[in-house]
T-cell receptor, first 112, second 113 residues
Framework: ETGVTQSPTHLIKTRGQQVTLRCSSQ?????VSWYQQALGQGPQFIFQ???????GRGNFPPRFSGLQFPNYSSELNVNALELDDSALYLC???????????FGPGTRLTVL | GESVGLHLPTLSVQEGDNSIINCAYS??????FIWYKQESGKGPQFIID?????DKRQGQRVTVLLNKTVKHLSLQIAATQPGDSAVYFC????????????FGKGITLSVRP
Protein backbone atom coordinates (compact mmCIF):
# COMPACT_ATOMS: atom_id res chain seq x y z
CA GLU A 1 0.00 0.00 0.00
CA THR A 2 1.30 3.44 -0.98
CA GLY A 3 -0.91 5.52 1.28
CA VAL A 4 -2.46 7.20 -1.76
CA THR A 5 -6.21 6.84 -1.89
CA GLN A 6 -8.67 7.59 -4.66
CA SER A 7 -12.44 7.84 -4.80
CA PRO A 8 -14.68 6.58 -6.12
CA THR A 9 -13.39 3.17 -7.13
CA HIS A 10 -15.72 2.85 -10.08
CA LEU A 11 -17.97 5.32 -11.84
CA ILE A 12 -20.39 5.15 -14.75
CA LYS A 13 -21.41 8.31 -16.59
CA THR A 14 -23.12 9.13 -19.85
CA ARG A 15 -21.69 11.16 -22.70
CA GLY A 16 -21.87 14.91 -22.10
CA GLN A 17 -21.91 14.65 -18.32
CA GLN A 18 -19.27 15.99 -15.95
CA VAL A 19 -17.25 14.01 -13.42
CA THR A 20 -15.04 14.78 -10.44
CA LEU A 21 -12.43 12.30 -9.21
CA ARG A 22 -10.61 12.67 -5.91
CA CYS A 23 -7.17 11.80 -4.62
CA SER A 24 -5.63 11.96 -1.18
CA SER A 25 -1.85 12.12 -1.28
CA GLN A 26 0.55 10.30 0.99
CA UNK A 27 1.29 12.13 4.22
CA UNK A 28 3.98 14.77 3.75
CA UNK A 29 3.70 14.80 -0.05
CA UNK A 30 3.00 18.18 -1.69
CA UNK A 31 2.79 17.04 -5.32
CA VAL A 32 0.02 15.15 -7.11
CA SER A 33 0.14 13.95 -10.71
CA TRP A 34 -2.83 12.61 -12.67
CA TYR A 35 -2.64 9.98 -15.40
CA GLN A 36 -5.15 8.40 -17.76
CA GLN A 37 -4.70 4.71 -18.53
CA ALA A 38 -6.74 3.29 -21.38
CA LEU A 39 -7.27 -0.46 -21.47
CA GLY A 40 -4.10 -2.25 -22.53
CA GLN A 41 -2.03 0.95 -22.58
CA GLY A 42 0.48 2.63 -20.34
CA PRO A 43 -0.58 5.62 -18.24
CA GLN A 44 -0.64 9.01 -20.04
CA PHE A 45 0.27 12.15 -18.10
CA ILE A 46 -2.62 14.60 -17.72
CA PHE A 47 -1.18 17.24 -15.36
CA GLN A 48 0.66 17.78 -12.11
CA UNK A 49 -0.10 20.00 -9.12
CA UNK A 50 2.66 21.24 -6.84
CA UNK A 51 1.73 23.26 -3.77
CA UNK A 52 -1.72 24.07 -5.19
CA UNK A 53 -0.46 25.30 -8.57
CA UNK A 54 -0.50 23.47 -11.89
CA UNK A 55 3.06 22.43 -12.64
CA GLY A 56 2.97 20.90 -16.10
CA ARG A 57 0.31 19.55 -18.40
CA GLY A 58 0.16 16.75 -20.94
CA ASN A 59 -1.66 16.65 -24.25
CA PHE A 60 -5.21 16.79 -22.89
CA PRO A 61 -7.94 19.30 -23.84
CA PRO A 62 -9.07 22.10 -21.46
CA ARG A 63 -12.16 20.12 -20.44
CA PHE A 64 -9.73 18.21 -18.22
CA SER A 65 -9.07 20.44 -15.25
CA GLY A 66 -7.76 20.01 -11.75
CA LEU A 67 -7.40 21.44 -8.34
CA GLN A 68 -5.15 20.93 -5.35
CA PHE A 69 -6.22 21.86 -1.85
CA PRO A 70 -4.15 23.23 1.06
CA ASN A 71 -3.90 19.71 2.51
CA TYR A 72 -2.47 18.65 -0.90
CA SER A 73 -5.37 16.41 -1.81
CA SER A 74 -6.49 16.87 -5.38
CA GLU A 75 -9.43 16.68 -7.75
CA LEU A 76 -9.59 15.88 -11.44
CA ASN A 77 -12.61 17.29 -13.27
CA VAL A 78 -13.67 16.26 -16.73
CA ASN A 79 -16.44 18.17 -18.53
CA ALA A 80 -18.47 17.13 -21.56
CA LEU A 81 -17.51 13.49 -21.23
CA GLU A 82 -16.80 11.53 -24.38
CA LEU A 83 -16.83 7.78 -24.91
CA ASP A 84 -13.02 7.79 -25.28
CA ASP A 85 -12.68 9.18 -21.76
CA SER A 86 -13.45 5.69 -20.48
CA ALA A 87 -10.26 4.65 -18.70
CA LEU A 88 -8.55 4.07 -15.39
CA TYR A 89 -7.58 7.41 -13.84
CA LEU A 90 -4.53 7.23 -11.64
CA CYS A 91 -3.17 9.74 -9.25
CA UNK A 92 0.38 9.66 -7.91
CA UNK A 93 1.83 11.66 -5.06
CA UNK A 94 5.44 12.60 -4.46
CA UNK A 95 7.46 14.39 -1.82
CA UNK A 96 8.28 17.16 -4.25
CA UNK A 97 7.82 17.68 -7.96
CA UNK A 98 11.03 15.81 -8.81
CA UNK A 99 10.76 12.86 -6.46
CA UNK A 100 9.55 9.28 -6.83
CA UNK A 101 5.82 8.98 -7.46
CA UNK A 102 3.57 6.65 -5.51
CA PHE A 103 0.41 5.61 -7.27
CA GLY A 104 -3.07 5.12 -5.91
CA PRO A 105 -5.33 2.25 -7.00
CA GLY A 106 -7.15 4.36 -9.58
CA THR A 107 -10.74 5.19 -10.45
CA ARG A 108 -12.31 3.19 -13.25
CA LEU A 109 -14.51 5.57 -15.32
CA THR A 110 -16.93 4.18 -17.87
CA VAL A 111 -18.67 6.58 -20.24
CA LEU A 112 -21.77 5.23 -21.98
CA GLY B 1 15.51 -17.06 -18.96
CA GLU B 2 13.69 -15.46 -21.88
CA SER B 3 13.80 -11.95 -23.21
CA VAL B 4 11.33 -10.03 -25.28
CA GLY B 5 10.93 -6.50 -26.48
CA LEU B 6 7.95 -4.36 -25.69
CA HIS B 7 6.60 -4.95 -29.20
CA LEU B 8 5.59 -8.44 -28.01
CA PRO B 9 2.88 -8.07 -25.37
CA THR B 10 3.31 -11.28 -23.36
CA LEU B 11 6.22 -13.09 -21.76
CA SER B 12 5.66 -16.57 -20.34
CA VAL B 13 8.31 -18.08 -18.06
CA GLN B 14 8.64 -21.15 -15.89
CA GLU B 15 8.61 -20.61 -12.16
CA GLY B 16 12.18 -20.45 -10.92
CA ASP B 17 13.62 -19.25 -14.23
CA ASN B 18 15.05 -15.79 -14.76
CA SER B 19 12.97 -13.23 -16.68
CA ILE B 20 14.29 -10.44 -18.84
CA ILE B 21 12.00 -7.65 -19.98
CA ASN B 22 13.36 -5.13 -22.47
CA CYS B 23 12.39 -1.58 -23.26
CA ALA B 24 13.57 0.88 -25.90
CA TYR B 25 13.22 4.57 -25.16
CA SER B 26 13.35 7.30 -27.74
CA UNK B 27 14.31 10.52 -25.98
CA UNK B 28 18.04 10.96 -25.43
CA UNK B 29 17.26 13.80 -23.00
CA UNK B 30 15.70 11.36 -20.53
CA UNK B 31 17.83 11.01 -17.43
CA UNK B 32 15.74 8.92 -15.07
CA PHE B 33 14.13 5.56 -15.72
CA ILE B 34 11.77 3.47 -13.65
CA TRP B 35 10.26 0.04 -13.86
CA TYR B 36 6.72 -0.38 -12.56
CA LYS B 37 4.68 -3.50 -11.90
CA GLN B 38 0.91 -3.32 -12.22
CA GLU B 39 -1.33 -6.08 -10.94
CA SER B 40 -4.93 -6.39 -11.99
CA GLY B 41 -7.12 -3.77 -10.36
CA LYS B 42 -4.20 -1.88 -8.83
CA GLY B 43 -2.10 1.15 -9.62
CA PRO B 44 1.51 0.84 -10.82
CA GLN B 45 3.94 -0.20 -8.12
CA PHE B 46 7.54 1.03 -8.11
CA ILE B 47 10.08 -1.76 -8.61
CA ILE B 48 13.42 -0.15 -9.28
CA ASP B 49 14.86 2.98 -10.84
CA UNK B 50 18.11 4.07 -12.43
CA UNK B 51 19.63 7.40 -13.33
CA UNK B 52 21.46 8.06 -16.56
CA UNK B 53 24.84 8.27 -14.85
CA UNK B 54 24.59 4.56 -14.02
CA ASP B 55 24.67 1.41 -16.15
CA LYS B 56 23.34 -1.08 -13.65
CA ARG B 57 21.41 -1.13 -10.41
CA GLN B 58 20.42 -4.09 -8.31
CA GLY B 59 17.57 -4.61 -5.92
CA GLN B 60 16.10 -7.64 -4.25
CA ARG B 61 15.84 -10.25 -7.06
CA VAL B 62 15.69 -7.48 -9.66
CA THR B 63 18.37 -5.78 -11.74
CA VAL B 64 17.96 -2.88 -14.14
CA LEU B 65 20.45 -2.33 -16.94
CA LEU B 66 20.72 0.89 -18.92
CA ASN B 67 22.47 1.21 -22.27
CA LYS B 68 22.39 4.86 -23.24
CA THR B 69 24.22 4.28 -26.49
CA VAL B 70 21.32 2.33 -27.95
CA LYS B 71 18.66 3.80 -25.64
CA HIS B 72 17.78 0.46 -24.15
CA LEU B 73 16.58 -0.49 -20.70
CA SER B 74 16.05 -3.97 -19.30
CA LEU B 75 14.60 -5.49 -16.16
CA GLN B 76 15.92 -8.82 -14.97
CA ILE B 77 13.97 -10.82 -12.41
CA ALA B 78 15.83 -13.68 -10.79
CA ALA B 79 14.05 -16.90 -9.78
CA THR B 80 10.68 -15.73 -11.07
CA GLN B 81 7.77 -16.50 -8.76
CA PRO B 82 4.01 -16.72 -9.38
CA GLY B 83 3.62 -13.44 -7.51
CA ASP B 84 5.67 -11.75 -10.22
CA SER B 85 2.84 -12.27 -12.71
CA ALA B 86 1.69 -8.78 -13.71
CA VAL B 87 2.04 -6.12 -16.39
CA TYR B 88 5.42 -4.37 -16.37
CA PHE B 89 6.00 -0.83 -17.62
CA CYS B 90 9.16 1.12 -18.18
CA UNK B 91 8.87 4.86 -17.69
CA UNK B 92 11.23 7.72 -18.46
CA UNK B 93 11.59 11.24 -17.23
CA UNK B 94 13.22 14.10 -19.05
CA UNK B 95 15.88 16.19 -17.36
CA UNK B 96 14.76 19.63 -16.21
CA UNK B 97 11.06 18.86 -16.50
CA UNK B 98 8.61 18.30 -13.73
CA UNK B 99 7.87 14.77 -12.66
CA UNK B 100 6.03 13.94 -15.85
CA UNK B 101 6.65 10.28 -16.54
CA UNK B 102 6.35 8.88 -20.05
CA PHE B 103 5.30 5.24 -19.96
CA GLY B 104 5.78 2.50 -22.51
CA LYS B 105 2.89 0.25 -23.49
CA GLY B 106 3.68 -2.52 -21.06
CA ILE B 107 4.28 -6.24 -21.22
CA THR B 108 2.44 -9.02 -19.44
CA LEU B 109 4.61 -11.46 -17.51
CA SER B 110 2.95 -14.84 -16.95
CA VAL B 111 4.66 -17.33 -14.64
CA ARG B 112 3.92 -21.01 -15.23
CA PRO B 113 3.93 -23.20 -12.11
Amino acid sequence: ETGVTQSPTHLIKTRGQQVTLRCSSQSGHNTVSWYQQALGQGPQFIFQYYREEENGRGNFPPRFSGLQFPNYSSELNVNALELDDSALYLCASSLNSHNEQFFGPGTRLTVL
Amino acid sequence: GESVGLHLPTLSVQEGDNSIINCAYSNSASDYFIWYKQESGKGPQFIIDIRSNMDKRQGQRVTVLLNKTVKHLSLQIAATQPGDSAVYFCAEKIAGANSKLTFGKGITLSVRP
